[in-house]
């Protein structure tokens, strides 16, 4: 029996909803990767507050998140108009890092466009170094881990 992406993913986090606009296009006619980019950031974000790592705890203790791995793979076109949905869930979380997953898909048709695979680590926005997470977060991250998904 053939599941549908929106079944697959549909208890993964919501992360990022919208339409393509037709100024986020290349110069062919269809996303950039600039649209790609910043959909999946600002997924990711989304995501990282799902454990605690929130914009007023970053701020309040000097932390922010830096990418060190990132990973696309394009499966379907993306057109001006096309709306998008973004799902994702953390596949690892270590004392300084997590990897989260995130799957875009046209609500629409119910394809995936886009998956998403990124490494970030915790960073002190001061000494510009890696930095452990405090201990709620860390064991709010540890409970919130999945396999990865496969994608068929």
């Known amino acids: ?6 079944q697959r993913f549909a208890d993964f986090t919501v992360s990022y909803q919208g339409m393509f606009y037709p100024m ?11 649209y790609y980019s910043r959909v999946f950031n600002e997924s990711a974000y989304f995501t ?7 914009p007023n705890y970053m701020r309040k203790n000097n932390r922010g998140m830096a990418a ?3 990973n ?4 379907r ?4 108009g096309d709306l998008i949905q973004v799902r994702s869930c953390l596949i690892n979380f270590t004392p300084k890092s997590l990897h989260v997953w995130a799957v875009m ?5 119910d394809e995936i466009c886009s998956i998403n695979d990124q490494i970030c680590v915790s960073l002190d926005t001061i000494k510009r170094k890696s930095v452990p997470w405090p201990k709620k977060i860390f064991e709010n991250g540890r409970k919130m881990i999945r396999s990865r998904p496969k994608i068929q």
């Open 1 to 6: 029996m053939v599941v549908s992406p929106l």
């Open 24 to 34: 986020e296009t290349d110069h062919m006619g269809h996303a950039n990767v600039r």
């Open 48 to 54: 990282f507050t799902t454990v605690g790592i929130t």
């Open 68 to 70: 060190i791995t990132e």
């Open 72 to 75: 696309y793979e394009y499966k």
């Open 77 to 80: 076109e993306i057109l001006p």
């Open 105 to 109: 898909i046209d609500p629409c048709t």
